[in-house]
Every structure is written in C-alpha cells, then in structure tokens.
C-alpha cells in the first residue's frame, strides 16, 4: 500500500520536509506518493528522493504534479557513502575589500577548482553568490565544467527571487534552505567562500 503526501499549497521547503518524514517511516520496497501544486516543489523533493536513491517518476495532471517514489533497499555497503566536502559560496566575489579584485578571485578560484583531481561533492551558493550561477556569470563556465566532472550545484531559490535570477540559472539547479542545511550538516568538511 503506497503513502499520501498531500504538500499542495505548502510553502517551500515543506513539502520536502513533509515527503523526508514519510520516507523515513517507510518501509524498503516502499511506494510514495508526493502531490505538489508547482514545479519548485517537484523539482525539489524530486531531487530528496534521487539524493536518498529512491526511484521516481511524475504524473502531471492540470497543474498539479504527484511524484511516485519507491524506496529501495539499499545494500548496507551503501548506507556509509562518504559524503566529502561541501562548499558553500555566500558572495558573488571572493573576499573583502574590492569588488573588481573579489571577482577576479571567484573567477581564477572556480577555474582552478576545475582543474584540480580533488573536487568537492557539492557547491552551494546563497545570498549574492547565486549570481555566479546564472546568465552572464564570469565563472558559468567552470562552473558547467565541474557539473560534466560530477560535481553538483544547488543555488538558493529565495536568493534567486530575491534577486529576480530564477529565469536566468544557467548552471546547477534550484534548492531550499532546508536541503542547504542537510548537505552542510552531512559533510565532513564545509569550506565556506
């Protein structure tokens, strides 16, 4: 018998706060189904699921959307991943002082970050750093170049609207404050730009 998460109306990130606490009482070969009434919500408990390697699947019907999850049992080599290093970039320039300085940091920081064997996990942006991600960003291509290499890149999606950038995201996908927090608090190390 599949599970009802009826997150219609809710505003983010409660529906993949409400979508988690079901698929923790779940049980292995388990079915969900998650109903959101906007594509933020899909987009973001579509990402929970597939970060908790859960299959999914989505049904539009109207202009609502009801995600089908099936937890997996997941062999216990897999529950110790390593979740590595996270990077969490707050600003659009690389330290204080000048901004034409900063940004010619972020630039040469990103594109040696590319070139380097070691690579972080995850790139989190907030507050102005969202910018990088975005539609004339200088570092959208390393960027892209990191996100080829495995890399992924989650942007804030209140800072996005914050700064009216939804439409302009270019490289990584949109998050919420909730999975920031899950992804800072898994890591084994958080290196804050």
Known sequence: MEKIVDARGLACPQPVIQTKKALETLEPDGELVTIVDNEVARDNVLKLARSLECETSVREQGSEYYIHIRKESIPATQLSVNPGQV???????????????????????????????????????????VQLCCQGSPVLDSLLTLEQKGVEILACGTCLDYYHLKEKLCAGSVTNMYTIIEHLMAAEKVITL
């Open 87 to 129: 990077l969490l970039v707050t600003s659009a320039n690389l330290g204080r002082g000048s901004e034409e300085l900063g940004s010619t940091l972020m630039r040469s920081f990103f594109y040696s970050l590319g070139e380097t064997e070691v690579l972080p996990r995850r790139v989190l942006f907030i507050n102005s750093g």
